[in-house]
């Protein structure tokens, strides 16, 4: 520092202390009337009201009283603004109270290091060649955005580490569950990371960005939601030592990006193709994603289920040549408390929570020609309120006699095409029930859209919206069997034994409903692996073999990369063994001794070795059967890396709000949320 600048500042110190003795004990944020730091400054008599001011305060201590300072200061404890300690005072930008006036008559304004190093608001020079490229208060004072707060990565980074810490312990066969208690009083027991996070309330931004990757992810290929969140959080931990080291962003995501594209490449390198219609290989794949579930135990019967739920709702469209794989729509899980998880199975047809409509109707019928309807089976009411005025007894049951005839000759179209079923979802009048009873046609009623649009895939029938454009085409002929059941303490509607389903019913029991929400969270992602296989039919060693590969081949990729990029492209090189390590950790072995072992082999060229969950040690993923979709290693890649890349790209945290004058819905100067931290 200057020698003039110095002896600015011991002269401020010294003026200052001298004329308020108090002044070294206050709060930084605290400043004195400007009247009276001139009073100060310049060793002038002070005015008539600075000398009230002075008797005043001399006054309230006699008194036992505070001063305005005092008053302000505790103020300041009580915000939390801690223990005050007077920072050295550095050269900086005028405290907010003097923004908007003139420049004091000291040499220099003076602020904490924590603004000086937060940068945001006016800077300026001082006179004496100290502080700032100028030489006095003629240079241009420079305004800093006031819509946002200048944060820090460091706290970007901490939200992101503390949300992957929530589901570290989540992660591979010695998984440990997370017990959630909803608003409502529910619990919710799982180790799914996805389940997990979108329970959890969270107020800061950076939070909710790592929560939203784990729903991503979920979409995407519906499994590994917990990898991509450890993953995630990792790399923005290995980015934090560059930051500090005062390297751009920029360039730290540019090595990011660059990363990202070797692992892609090396997990091409290391994947395995595999044939889809190969059972033994796809129930390997799926033995792999149930056996970090709560599932395990029934891990054979659960890839039973998944597969053949895939293979009925796998088609080929017919006008692109794609196929298509639609769980959600055509792949419906009913689960009924009761019996045991063994009695679980999959239905080759629809299951529907409905009873018929009248006890005489036909309960169980082989063969049946089924009508799908969209219309109600009543009379036609306006669509707008109408009133009817009858003067004569005459025009009354003229009335009733339109209605019964209307019903009569709906109903009558339907029994020409001889049904033995009519599903619709509508209502049907008693009238019509009559009808239909007569005819020996079981109608059941109010079904959801959802469930007739799987009943006319797997039957082959035609919704149709009008009981007048039914044609012989609409019917439905593919059921074999048509049965209601009492399970529990509800009939369920089955249509089963279809011949070409299209759609199915995944049934599952078991003693609780906490246990079944479980499991069909973890049929889900099982469904999900083996529907990714189909579209991308190949395999990556599993165990962490992946990551362990991913990670020396950067290692190696690193030596060669020449300036200071070199070093965050080394740094996913070491983000990427957190996945073993948690593997080894959450199975209580010795993280050390099994990376330095693992890192061993695969320098050798041995990309198959990976970690057995079940006891931490290293082993071959070959002969342990542990393969996971390439897909999924794919996406947890590219999902982790680039949501790190967005967050370092942050630097303002704008909490937008509406006007509240006149004026329309625009939005004006954002202010600084209560989450948005700063440096």
């Known amino acids: 520092m200057p020698s003039s600048t110095r002896r600015a500042i011991d002269r401020f110190q010294e003026g200052s202390s001298a004329s308020d003795p108090e002044r070294s004990s206050l709060d930084p944020r605290f400043e004195l009337p400007r009247r009276e730091r001139n009073r100060n400054h310049s060793g002038t008599k002070p005015s008539r009201s600075g000398r009230r001011r002075q008797q005043s305060r001399s006054r309230s201590r006699s008194r036992g009283g505070t001063t305005r300072e005092e008053r302000v200061l505790g103020s300041n404890r009580s915000k939390g603004y801690g223990p005050i300690k007077a920072p050295p005072p550095v050269i900086g930008r005028p405290s907010p109270i003097h923004r908007h006036s003139s420049p004091p008559r000291s040499d220099f304004e003076f602020t904490s290091e924590e603004d000086e190093g937060r940068g945001s608001g006016w800077m300026r020079a001082g006179r004496g060649g100290g502080g700032g490229s100028g030489g006095g208060w003629w240079d241009k004072q420079i305004p800093k955005p006031i819509c946002g707060k200048h944060v820090s990565h460091g706290t970007l980074v901490m939200f992101g580490v503390t949300v992957a810490d929530v589901i570290r312990t989540c992660l591979g066969p010695r998984a440990m569950l997370k017990m959630i208690l909803d608003p409502m009083g529910g619990i919710l027991l799982t180790n799914d990371g996805n389940a997990i996070l979108r329970e959890i309330e969270v107020a800061h931004p950076a939070a909710k960005s790592m929560i939203e990757l784990s729903r991503t992810q979920d979409e995407e290929v519906g499994d590994g939601t917990t990898s991509v969140i450890i993953l995630a959080g990792e790399i923005l931990a290995q980015a934090m030592p560059y930051l500090e080291r005062n390297i751009h962003p920029v360039v730290i995501i540019s090595a990011f990006k660059r990363a990202l594209e070797e692992a892609l490449q090396i997990i091409d390198q290391i994947a395995i193709p595999v044939d889809p219609s190969n059972e033994e290989s796809m129930l390997a794949l799926i033995k792999t994603s149930i056996g970090t579930k709560f599932v395990s135990r029934w891990s054979d019967m659960m890839c039973q289920l998944a597969l053949r739920a895939i293979r009925i709702v796998a088609q080929d469209d017919a006008t692109t040549g794609v196929k298509t794989v639609d769980l959600k729509r055509y792949a419906k899980v009913e689960k009924v408390p009761g019996g045991e998880i063994e009695d679980s199975r999959v239905l080759d047809g ?272 070959k002969d342990h059967g542990l393969y996971e979709s390439a897909a999924v290693k794919v996406q947890t890649l590219k999902t982790a890396i680039e949501s790190a890349c967005l967050l370092l790209r942050v630097d303002d945290i704008v909490s937008a709000k509406r006007p509240q004058g006149e004026g329309g819905p625009g939005v004006q100067q954002g202010e600084v949320g209560e989450e948005g931290g700063g440096a």
């Open 350 to 621: 629809v299951m529907l929570n409905k009873d018929v409509t009248h006890p005489k109707m036909r309960r169980r019928i082989e063969n049946p020609r089924v009508v799908l309807l969209d219309c109600p089976l009543e009379y036609k009411k306006g669509e707008s309120q109408t009133n009817i005025e009858v003067s004569k007894e005459e025009d009354w049951n003229r009335i009733l006699e339109i209605e019964e005839e209307q019903i009569k000759q709906m109903c009558d179209r339907i029994v020409e095409f001889k049904p033995d079923l009519v599903f619709t979802e509508k209502g049907i009048s008693d009238l019509a029930q009559h009808y239909l009873v007569k005819a020996n046609i079981t109608a059941i009623r109010r079904v959801r859209k959802s469930d007739n649009n799987r009943i006319a895939r797997a039957t082959g029938a035609t919704i149709v919206n009008r009981v007048d454009d039914l044609r012989e085409s609409d019917v439905g002929t593919q059921c074999g069997l048509f049965n209601i059941e009492k399970l529990g303490d509800d009939y369920f509607t089955f249509l089963t034994k279809c011949q070409n389903p299209k759609a199915c019913t995944i049934l599952l029991r078991g003693p609780s409903k906490d246990i079944l929400h479980e499991i069909d969270r973890n049929l889900a992602d099982a469904m999900a692996v083996a529907r990714n296989v189909v579209f991308d039919p190949r395999l990556a060693p599993g165990g962490g073999a992946t990551e362990m590969a991913i990670s020396v081949g950067l290692a190696k990729k690193a030596r060669t990369i020449e300036g200071v990029e070199g070093w965050p492209f080394r740094a996913v090189s070491e983000a990427m063994e957190v996945i073993p390590r948690t593997l080894v950790q959450n199975c209580g072995g010795n993280a050390i001794r099994v990376l330095t072992a693992l890192r061993a082999k695969h320098a050798a060229g041995e990309h198959s070795f990976g970690v057995d969950g079940e006891t931490g040690k290293v082993v071959d993923m």
